[in-house]
């Protein structure tokens, strides 16, 4: 299945490596032995070597991973988070995302490169990239700080995540 280049998405294929360039900026994906990536008009088609064994795979997660990229450098991608508890506050400064968690310290986070942090309220976190992957596993890491609890609900969730409350203890 072949991937659809937009209007002002350009793409440079070499051996061992694929750029997309688009309004938002330039991601590149290595290539890996075996599969090909061949330009044909708009569309990109991605090729794999029918005697490796699991080529298959490797090449719908390549057709996968360009498709990604093609939405990050046209709208890119974001994650919001929600910050659930009494005293819970996030807030950016400079290149760090200083959060409050009901720890007896602050716990600065470095904003990595390529990524873009916003809290438009002090409960709100949103993480805006163009790679899904590091978008992703930037949130991941925010969330990591206090995951929600299933007792209460109190922790960093993601604003599309249902936590199932468990029941308290009876006596």
């Known amino acids: 299945m072949p991937v659809d280049l937009p209007q002002g998405v350009t793409a440079t294929i070499g ?19 075996g599969v090909k990536v061949v330009q044909q008009e708009k569309h990109l088609e991605v090729q794999a070597d029918t005697t490796g064994e699991g080529m298959n795979a490797i090449a719908g997660a390549t057709r996968a991973h360009l498709a990604n ?12 988070l929600e910050l659930v508890g009494v ?4 807030a950016v400064q400079a290149k760090n995302l200083t959060l409050t968690l009901g720890y007896s310290h602050l716990i600065n986070f470095a904003i990595p490169d390529g990524i873009t942090i916003e809290t438009p309220t002090q409960t709100e976190i949103i993480v805006k990239g163009i790679d899904r992957q590091r978008v992703g596993q930037t949130a991941a890491e925010i969330r990591g700080f206090r995951p929600p ?3 209460k609900g109190k922790g960093v969730k ?4 249902k936590i199932s409350l468990k029941e308290a203890k009876k006596k």
């Open 69 to 80: 990229m093609v939405m990050g450098v046209t709208k890119g991608y974001e994650k919001k």
């Open 149 to 151: 609890e299933p007792y």
């Open 87 to 90: 005293g819970y506050r996030a």
């Open 15 to 33: 051996a061992e490596a694929v750029t997309l360039k688009g309004a938002k900026g330039s991601l590149t994906l290595a290539l890996k032995e």
């Open 158 to 161: 993601y604003s599309d995540e």
